[in-house]
């Protein structure tokens, strides 16, 4: 008899939903916010891409196969490099399988829709599918993983509770018990140790001692407490490797009062050593021998084709973690909204707030604990229409007219209700609903194509993205009596996630790429954005423009920096930390936004939705906050401005300053920095005195010049800030003013 258990996940969240529905699928990423990324692990390879949410691998014949969330059961065949797998499509059995178990030639897989499923191994593909039990009492409650017991039967989890199943190879079922939260827990996945149970559930892995000789009453209890929220499970028969959504683990249960120990939580391409790329979903585990697979999905099933398999050693010895963070360095700001669709910030007499597009609740306004420093939804609990708009379906991305205080939102559920405009009192920084209803909701152009992004043009004009079509239009006098106008669309012309204006021109976040409209103003419905960066920024979901100098780009798992003056773009960071919990890695960013200050922030949702509340905001802070001035000086006189850089690195550095982009003369001194360490802490300031000597003449006008702050620990940390000088041509002044009557 040959047993093994190899973790998977889910790809049906919702029951009943049918295979059309994967894109609502995200419980693989449940509750990432919690995930631990210790202070070790070894370093793994990527051994293939191109599939969707893998979410179990199992050996067969030494070769593996692999749960894909749309093609189903499938072989792994060698590729073009060595140590390298590429899916085979024609070996593939459909079904929205979970966990995979084999029984010498006998093939068992959990299947969400259908229960349990087994097919017959001939040495080289799959037949004879048969349905062993269709777990009809249950079915709705997500069968995932699987495990052969040494008795020869099958065990069978559940992803909605914590029920845990025995059945039979003729279909016999008998429930043996729950993992330790009982029904209203879930188990991801099962591995055997002898006649004992492993569990991949809730926040540790749980055992269940001597599961063979349960009926119904037996519960799981913690073990490897070092693991925090496993997704996956395997034994090679020595240590068993826990998955969680950044991490593998490995633990011995030989010795359980040991802790577990990080293996590995990031890995390089084939024939690469950098650069290291973090794992981000990690949801199905397969060994054989040494040779242990991880599946992931950075995505979590949302992007056609962009999970992954790692291949490790099981016999490495662990090494340094991975460490990822690049220029910006990101701390948890706030936790309690869902699938954040967009993020601006709105000034006003109290000092101005953020507001989010927050998939239930609407357009809601952020407050921050002056304590922590972390945001979350006002009155959650009793939301109010002066700091909510929740009639809506699914809010996407907002935008703001700054000069007339309105703000305009589009509602991007497929049963949505158009194109929505709020009146906001910048006195009392809230909203008042606009009387007349949707601004713009005819079904033709609007509902039926499903707006979801929006940017206020230079040309005071409503840009409008559709995520149906990719389309862009514009919405002129959107402030009285709309009109539609036809612009373009996004470079695939299949679908649009948000907008940014840098200039004149429009930035379009599309269904897979980064695209440009030049002079959108000019548009009349023929501009198709040009394609940027293809193959470096995949599948953007957010952007945000910091008015000067930088584009901001939001994907799957990075949030990248982007100059459109040069198209250089770089990862500005992809982790960030709670506080307690270091480097856990962005998922699925869909709103980013800067405050006055200079510090970008970034939401996303682990879950994309599926589990209410777990979206996040990342403060996403440069090396140094930029600093933006401006002035006025007489001719032949110089101008001084004070600069307070503050240093956001965490440790003490000096820095270097340059000058760039000016005419006139421009000369400074800089002092060294340091940083008060802390969430939201204080930051120390760094203060730089900037000379801009005004030349003689009346052109030019004005002068800008950017100033450079550069690390000299890490020589590419650097903050850029912009000072505009304005030359006054002539003195001025100003009357007297006399007491007494005019004689």
Same mark, same amino acid.
């Given at each position: 008899?040959?047993?093994?258990?190899?973790?998977?996940?889910?790809?049906?969240?919702?029951?009943?939903?049918?295979?059309?529905?994967?894109?609502?699928?995200?419980?693989?990423?449940?509750?990432?916010?919690?995930?631990?990324?210790?202070?070790?692990?070894?370093?793994?390879?990527?051994?293939?891409?191109?599939?969707?949410?893998?979410?179990?691998?199992?050996?067969?014949?030494?070769?593996?196969?692999?749960?894909?969330?749309?093609?189903?059961?499938?072989?792994?065949?060698?590729?073009?490099?060595?140590?390298?797998?590429?899916?085979?499509?024609?070996?593939?059995?459909?079904?929205?399988?979970?966990?995979?178990?084999?029984?010498?030639?006998?093939?068992?897989?959990?299947?969400?829709?259908?229960?349990?499923?087994?097919?017959?191994?001939?040495?080289?593909?799959?037949?004879?599918?048969?349905?062993?039990?269709?777990?009809?009492?249950?079915?709705?409650?997500?069968?995932?993983?699987?495990?052969?017991?040494?008795?020869?039967?099958?065990?069978?989890?559940?992803?909605?509770?914590?029920?845990?199943?025995?059945?039979?190879?003729?279909?016999?079922?008998?429930?043996?018990?729950?993992?330790?939260?009982?029904?209203?827990?879930?188990?991801?996945?099962?591995?055997?140790?002898?006649?004992?149970?492993?569990?991949?559930?809730?926040?540790?892995?749980?055992?269940?001692?001597?599961?063979?000789?349960?009926?119904?009453?037996?519960?799981?209890?913690?073990?490897?407490?070092?693991?925090?929220?496993?997704?996956?499970?395997?034994?090679?028969?020595?240590?068993?490797?826990?998955?969680?959504?950044?991490?593998?683990?490995?633990?011995?249960?030989?010795?359980?009062?040991?802790?577990?120990?990080?293996?590995?939580?990031?890995?390089?391409?084939?024939?690469?050593?950098?650069?290291?790329?973090?794992?981000?979903?990690?949801?199905?585990?397969?060994?054989?021998?040494?040779?242990?697979?991880?599946?992931?999905?950075?995505?979590?099933?949302?992007?056609?084709?962009?999970?992954?398999?790692?291949?490790?050693?099981?016999?490495?010895?662990?090494?340094?973690?991975?460490?990822?963070?690049?220029?910006?360095?990101?701390?948890?700001?706030?936790?309690?909204?869902?699938?954040?669709?967009?993020?601006?910030?709105?000034?006003?007499?109290?000092?101005?707030?953020?507001?989010?597009?927050?998939?239930?609740?609407?357009?809601?306004?952020?407050?921050?604990?002056?304590?922590?420093?972390?945001?979350?939804?006002?009155?959650?609990?009793?939301?109010?229409?002066?700091?909510?708009?929740?009639?809506?379906?699914?809010?996407?991305?907002?935008?703001?007219?700054?000069?007339?205080?309105?703000?305009?939102?589009?509602?991007?559920?497929?049963?949505?209700?158009?194109?929505?405009?709020?009146?906001?009192?910048?006195?009392?920084?809230?909203?008042?609903?606009?009387?007349?209803?949707?601004?713009?909701?005819?079904?033709?152009?609007?509902?039926?194509?499903?707006?979801?992004?929006?940017?206020?043009?230079?040309?005071?004009?409503?840009?409008? !993205?559709? +995520? /149906?079509?990719? $389309? @862009?239009?514009?919405?002129?006098? =959107?402030?009285?009596?709309?009109?539609?106008?036809? #612009? *373009?669309?996004?470079?695939?012309?299949?679908?649009?996630?948000?907008?940014?204006?840098?200039?004149?021109?429009?930035?379009?976040?599309?269904?897979?790429?980064?695209?440009?409209?030049?002079?959108?103003?000019?548009?009349?419905?023929?501009?198709?954005?040009?394609?940027?960066?293809?193959?470096?920024?995949?599948?953007?979901?957010?952007?945000?423009?910091?008015?000067?100098?930088?584009?901001?780009?939001?994907?799957?798992?990075?949030?990248?920096?982007?100059?459109?003056?040069?198209?250089?773009?770089?990862?500005?960071?992809?982790?960030?930390?709670?506080?307690?919990?270091?480097?856990?890695?962005?998922?699925?960013?869909?709103?980013?936004?800067?405050?006055?200050?200079?510090?970008?922030?970034?939401?996303?949702?682990?879950?994309?939705?599926?589990?209410? !509340?777990? +979206? /996040?905001?990342? $403060? @996403?802070?440069?090396?140094?906050? =930029?600093?933006?001035?401006?002035?006025?000086?007489? #001719? *032949?006189?110089?101008?001084?401005?004070?600069?307070?850089?503050?240093?956001?690195?965490?440790?003490?550095?000096?820095?270097?300053?340059?000058?760039?982009?000016?005419?006139?003369?421009?000369?400074?001194?800089?002092?060294?920095?340091?940083?008060?360490?802390?969430?939201?802490?204080?930051?120390?300031?760094?203060?730089?005195?900037?000379?801009?000597?005004?030349?003689?003449?009346?052109?030019?006008?004005?002068?800008?010049?950017?100033?450079?702050?550069?690390?000299?620990?890490?020589?590419?940390?650097?903050?850029?800030?912009?000072?505009?000088?304005?030359?006054?041509?002539?003195?001025?002044?100003?009357?007297?003013?006399?007491?007494?009557?005019?004689?």
């Amino acid at each position: 008899m040959n047993y093994q258990s190899n973790a998977g996940q889910s790809t049906r969240m919702f029951p009943g939903a049918g295979r059309s529905g994967w894109i609502c699928f995200a419980l693989i990423a449940f509750l990432v916010f919690f995930a631990i990324q210790p202070s070790y692990g070894a370093v793994a390879t990527r051994a293939a891409i191109g599939l969707v949410a893998p979410a179990g691998i199992v050996f067969l014949g030494g070769t593996p196969w692999v749960t894909d969330h749309l093609q189903g059961l499938c072989r792994l065949d060698p590729g073009g490099i060595a140590g390298t797998f590429v899916l085979n499509v024609g070996t593939c059995q459909l079904g929205a399988f979970g966990q995979v178990a084999v029984n010498g030639a006998t093939v068992y897989a959990a299947d969400n829709d259908a229960g349990l499923i087994s097919f017959n191994f001939n040495g080289a593909t799959l037949d004879t599918r048969t349905v062993v039990n269709p777990l009809t009492a249950r079915i709705a409650d997500l069968p995932n993983g699987v495990a052969i017991g040494p008795d020869n039967n099958i065990y069978v989890s559940y992803i909605r509770n914590g029920f845990i199943e025995q059945v039979t190879p003729a279909g016999l079922l008998t429930t043996i018990g729950t993992d330790s939260a009982g029904a209203g827990g879930g188990v991801m996945a099962l591995a055997f140790v002898g006649n004992d149970l492993y569990l991949a559930a809730g926040e540790t892995p749980e055992l269940i001692a001597n599961a063979t000789a349960c009926v119904g009453a037996c519960q799981g209890g913690a073990v490897a407490t070092t693991v925090s929220l496993p997704q996956a499970v395997v034994f090679d028969g020595t240590n068993l490797f826990f998955g969680t959504v950044s991490a593998v683990y490995q633990f011995n249960p030989a010795t359980p009062a040991t802790p577990a120990i990080l293996f590995a939580n990031g890995g390089t391409a084939p024939g690469t050593t950098t650069p290291v790329l973090p794992f981000l979903n990690g949801s199905a585990l397969g060994v054989n021998g040494t040779l242990l697979l991880l599946g992931d999905d950075p995505t979590a099933g949302a992007g056609l084709g962009q999970g992954r398999i790692w291949s490790m050693d099981t016999t490495a010895l662990p090494g340094p973690s991975l460490t990822n963070m690049v220029l910006g360095t990101a701390a948890h700001a706030a936790g309690n909204f869902t699938a954040p669709a967009g993020l601006i910030w709105v000034p006003g007499a109290l000092g101005g707030h953020f507001w989010v597009s927050d998939h239930l609740n609407g357009f809601c306004r952020l407050v921050k604990d002056p304590v922590t420093g972390i945001f979350s939804v006002e009155d959650i609990t009793g939301l109010t229409s002066t700091i909510a708009y929740r009639n809506v379906v699914s809010a996407g991305q907002a935008t703001f007219d700054p000069v007339r205080n309105l703000i305009y939102l589009t509602d991007n559920a497929t049963n949505n209700t158009g194109i929505h405009r709020l009146v906001f009192n910048p006195a009392t920084e809230e909203i008042n609903l606009d009387t007349s209803g949707p601004l713009v909701n005819d079904p033709v152009t609007i509902i039926n194509n499903q707006p979801t992004a929006a940017a206020f043009g230079p040309d005071n004009k409503v840009y409008v !993205g559709f +995520g /149906r079509t990719g $389309a @862009i239009s514009r919405i002129a006098n =959107p402030h009285g009596t709309p009109t539609m106008e036809n #612009v *373009g669309t996004e470079p695939g012309a299949i679908a649009t996630t948000q907008l940014a204006f840098v200039n004149n021109n429009l930035f379009v976040a599309g269904s897979n790429n980064l695209g440009r409209i030049n002079n959108a103003a000019a548009c009349t419905g023929t501009c198709n954005a040009v394609t940027l960066l293809p193959t470096t920024i995949v599948t953007p979901g957010a952007l945000a423009y910091d008015g000067a100098r930088f584009l901001y780009i939001g994907t799957a798992d990075t949030v990248w920096r982007f100059n459109p003056a040069d198209g250089v773009a770089e990862t500005y960071s992809n982790q960030g930390t709670t506080g307690v919990l270091p480097n856990s890695p962005f998922q699925n960013i869909s709103a980013l936004a800067l405050d006055p200050e200079g510090t970008l922030y970034g939401g996303d949702d682990p879950t994309l939705g599926a589990a209410a !509340g777990q +979206g /996040r905001l990342w $403060a @996403i802070r440069p090396y140094l906050l =930029p600093i933006k001035d401006g002035k006025i000086g007489e #001719v *032949g006189t110089q101008v001084t401005y004070t600069l307070n850089f503050k240093n956001t690195s965490g440790v003490a550095d000096s820095f270097t300053l340059n000058h760039l982009g000016h005419n006139w003369t421009t000369t400074g001194t800089f002092a060294n920095g340091t940083l008060n360490t802390g969430l939201m802490a204080v930051d120390a300031v760094t203060t730089a005195t900037i000379l801009v000597t005004v030349p003689a003449g009346i052109f030019p006008l004005s002068d800008t010049a950017e100033i450079s702050a550069t690390s000299v620990t890490t020589l590419t940390s650097k903050t850029f800030s912009l000072l505009t000088t304005t030359k006054q041509l002539f003195p001025l002044h100003l009357p007297g003013i006399f007491k007494g009557a005019v004689k």
